[in-house]
């Protein structure tokens, strides 16, 4: 078996199925199809609310989940146009299921950009899918 494994996001789910009875995640093909991209995080957007009884002890946790955030790093490439804050585009997220990765619209919040003496510049797009807000009318 060649290593390191060759898989797609797109066609082959999210990860290796090797010898061995477990399925890994493995590198980032796929999860956007534009750009060489360096890295991606994908978080829930969680806010926790304890309550506490009369001694200061929780008694009670509340979780909001407000959405999805995904900070996605590429390889700028020049011959690209990056979307601008406010805009929205398609990125397949793993996580949602854990499973197969599932594509969503995102809502454009940051697009910055990093470089360093004799390295390829790097773009982080920032963007989020709130629960309740279409991305569009942000």
Request: with cysteine; charged share 15%; glycine share 8%.
């Amino acid at each position: 078996m060649a290593w390191p494994p060759t898989t797609n996001i797109n066609v082959t789910g999210l990860g290796y199925l090797g010898s061995q009875p477990a399925t890994l995640a493995w590198g980032t093909d796929g999860l956007y199809s534009t750009a060489i991209i360096l890295s991606q995080r994908s978080q829930q957007m969680i806010e926790e609310i304890k309550v506490e009884n009369g001694n200061g002890v929780t008694a009670t946790q509340v979780l909001i989940n407000d959405g999805t955030q995904i900070e996605i790093t590429v390889i700028d490439d020049r011959a690209l146009t990056w979307p601008l804050s406010g805009t929205t585009i398609t990125m397949l997220t793993p996580l949602p299921t854990g499973g197969a990765a599932t594509s969503e619209t995102l809502e454009v919040v940051d697009n910055s950009y990093q470089a360093a003496r004799k390295a390829p510049g790097e773009r982080t797009l920032l963007c989020k899918r709130y629960t309740l807000v279409t991305p569009a009318s942000m």
